[in-house]
């Protein structure tokens, strides 16, 4: 008899489907990129004699009509009511359901509710098991690897599951490719040290490559989503430096279409990895602020020094041929209602061409969540309005509305000057929101 498992990507709302508005202020095209890779690293380490079958809720039905035996749905916060809905259906209707990825991991009581199995972390130690007990009616609660999975010895994902998912309207021209997991720093904002681990883990410079390589032959670019390769002198920088090599020698065959970073690590390289980058084909950084004490400080109004050295940042990655598409958030601790007024001046200053704009969002698993939390100042915890478009708390030095309203502002102030934007090619067009 065969055995089907069913791996669901739940939708999510984004800037654009919030604010709808936004579709007429902005001149750009919406990024809709593909599903993040848990999914299709789990898919590539199911046994054979499961038959896979994946949804993206997305772009399509997710088959509730036809449960099969095993469904796997992965979310991250601003996808988990919707998971939490669709384990409940495809639970009611027969399926044996198991919950991981970012949500599952942070909050496992609520999620727990809802699924027969959870995988917390990566799941990847301990993926073929939870498929064993499934079948054999024996599932655990959760599950979770004993220790941090070796990505030396992954496979590739399956990102041709994705890949097959395009239709007219939805079709990325890049796919993410996952150089290392962990993270030693502690940044208020982010999740991944609590969901992935604490120490920096470096994926082997082939394993990067055969990614890109995987991407290649579907016509498909790359994009590197990780500030952590550039973490001056550690081992990940250099094996990012060697990834950039490899890619330099295939010349335009293997293309990257961003890489991730933040101001201060654009300031903490030096001349000769941006040669590198550049050699690599490398010409637009995704520069996300708000996690980082430059931008922290750049736009309150108080901090100079960090003023001057987000233009520096910017300045430089300019100066080296690379488009700076950053990412501002505003409604930090340090946030006063002039903060908006200060980051479109600074962004006309600069010269940015294309930016994106989004709510600090205190999601579970970061630091900021939990300070947050215990001084009573989170609004809700409705999990579809924490996608860094709703004020989903107390801001220190503003009100909740206000806030909002800045953000919307934001969006329109910037792009009001922008709209020749509208003229460009479709890549040179479109942005996240
Ligand atoms: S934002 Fe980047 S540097 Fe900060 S904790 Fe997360 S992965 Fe590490």
Redesign the pocket.
């Known amino acids: 008899m065969s055995r089907r498992v069913r791996f669901v990507y739940p939708r999510f709302s984004r800037h654009a489907d919030v604010h709808p508005e936004l579709r007429e202020t902005v001149p750009c095209n919406e990024y809709f990129g593909g599903p993040s890779l848990g999914i299709a690293y789990r898919a590539a380490m199911t046994p054979a004699d499961w038959q896979i079958d994946f949804r993206d809720d997305r772009v399509e039905d997710v088959g509730l009509e036809d449960p099969p035996d095993v469904v796997a749905i992965s979310s991250f916060t601003p996808a988990a009511t919707r998971a939490m809905e669709l384990a409940d259906s495809f639970r009611a209707r027969g399926s044996k359901v198991v919950m991981g990825g970012i949500f599952p991991t942070t909050c496992p009581v609520e999620a727990g509710r809802h699924a027969d199995a959870l995988v917390l972390g990566e799941g990847e130690g301990v993926w073929t098991r939870v498929l064993a007990d499934a079948w054999s009616n024996t599932l655990q609660p959760i599950y979770r690897s004993g220790c941090p999975v070796d990505i030396e010895s992954l496979p590739l994902p399956r990102v041709d599951l994705y890949i097959g998912k395009e239709n007219g309207s939805y079709c990325p021209d890049d796919y993410p490719v996952q150089l290392s997991r ?6 208020s ?5 609590a969901v992935l681990g604490r120490t ?1 883990r470096t994926a082997p410079v082939s394993h990067g490559l055969r990614q890109i390589q995987q991407l290649e032959e579907y016509g498909k670019m790359a994009c590197l989503t ?3 390769s550039f ?1 001056p002198g550690s081992r990940q920088q250099r094996a990012f430096g060697e990834l950039l090599d490899a890619i330099g020698d295939r010349g335009a065959r293997m293309r990257v279409s961003y890489v991730g970073i ?1 101001m201060p690590l654009i300031l903490a390289q030096t001349p000769e990895l941006f040669a590198r980058l550049r050699r690599a084909g490398i010409t637009m950084f995704y520069l ?1 602020g708000g ?2 004490p430059i931008t922290r400080g750049a736009f309150t109004g108080r901090d100079t020094k960090s003023l001057k050295r987000a233009h520096d940042a910017v300045r430089r990655a300019m100066d080296e041929g690379i488009e700076p598409y950053t990412s501002f958030l505003v409604g930090n601790e340090e946030d006063d209602e002039g903060v908006f007024e200060r980051i479109l001046e600074f962004a006309d200053r600069a010269g940015l061409k294309k930016a994106e704009f989004a709510i600090r969002t205190p999601y579970p698993g970061t630091p900021d969540h939990d300070v947050l939390l215990r001084s009573g100042r989170l609004l809700h915890t409705d999990w579809a309005r924490y996608n860094d478009a709703n004020v989903v708390f107390r801001p220190a030095r503003m009100t909740p509305e206000r806030l909002l309203r800045g953000y919307l502002e934001l969006w329109r102030g910037f792009y009001r000057s922008r709209a020749g934007l509208a003229d460009l090619d479709a890549r040179a067009r479109t942005i996240q929101f």
């Open positions: 962990g993270c030693m720093l502690n940044c904002s982010c999740a991944i040290p920096l990780e500030d952590t973490f933040s996300v996690f980082d």
